[in-house]
């Protein structure tokens, strides 16, 4: 492999079997193959292999600061979205399992980055949570305020922590949370203060904020009410948010 057309791929030895085709990704998305789940700035598509649904994320080319820095200097957000799933997996909270990343550059100018995961168990997104009525909501955010908590405790916070990043599915009667979109972490101690301005982001009803608060606070042996007045300070302060309640 040349210096003017490198390419790194990293698979998780679980997946190492599909070797071949993880490594077909970037050729079958130009190509125009899968299903487009979602497409904007970056750009998501659905593969069948081997009866296993993978979702890759295809991160547009940066600008060209950008590519010499991730080049370089800077690891690629799908390798930072693989690292960071597996160490939210090791932590004991759930993200969709990190089949592998593959990154290509045109010698030191960084070019496309791949971020590959199995499709994730969860069928509900946070913003469903004001578009549909679930008999279950109080447990669903009881349920987000533990693993936030657990994520917290384990000196981790995601930066963008909004309503399209927290997924949810009733399994049994046990609500199960997954987290996507790991590209950018906090990793460091995180006090009240810290934890609490990390859920600025998710719009909430008065009693959404109780149920978050509670049991986060329970989680990290915080004053619950210190940390709903604190969550609904940096709320308040959020701009263009959708929630106007207090």
Request: aromatic share 12%; glycine share 8%.
């Amino acid at each position: 492999m040349g210096l003017m057309n490198l390419r790194t791929e990293v698979i998780h030895p679980r997946y190492s079997s599909e070797k071949e085709f993880i490594c077909s990704i970037p050729q079958l998305f130009e190509k125009g193959e899968g299903s487009v789940v979602y497409k904007g700035r970056n750009e998501l598509r659905s593969f069948v292999h081997n009866g296993i649904e993978y979702i890759v994320k295809s991160y547009r080319r940066p600008n060209f600061v950008n590519r010499f820095v991730y080049g370089i200097f800077r690891p690629s957000k799908a390798k930072r979205s693989y690292e960071n799933a597996l160490r939210l997996i090791d932590a004991g909270v759930g993200t969709p399992f990190p089949v592998a990343y593959i990154n290509i550059r045109s010698s030191l100018l960084f070019d496309k980055s791949y971020f590959v995961s199995l499709k994730s168990r969860c069928s509900h997104v946070y913003s469903q949570l004001f578009e549909h009525k679930f008999e279950e909501e109080d447990e669903i955010l009881r349920e987000i305020g533990r693993v936030t908590a657990v994520l917290h405790n384990n000196g981790m916070a995601h930066l963008d922590y909004g309503r399209g990043n927290i997924l949810f599915e009733n399994v049994g009667g046990k609500i199960m949370i997954e987290l996507v979109d790991l590209n950018r972490m906090y990793f460091g101690p995180l006090d009240i203060v810290k934890g609490c301005k990390n859920l600025e982001r998710l719009p909430a009803t008065p009693r959404m904020h109780e149920m978050l608060s509670e049991e986060y606070a329970k989680g990290r042996n915080f004053n619950p009410d210190e940390c709903l007045e604190l969550i609904k300070k940096f709320r308040s302060t959020q701009p263009g948010k959708i929630d106007n309640l207090y």
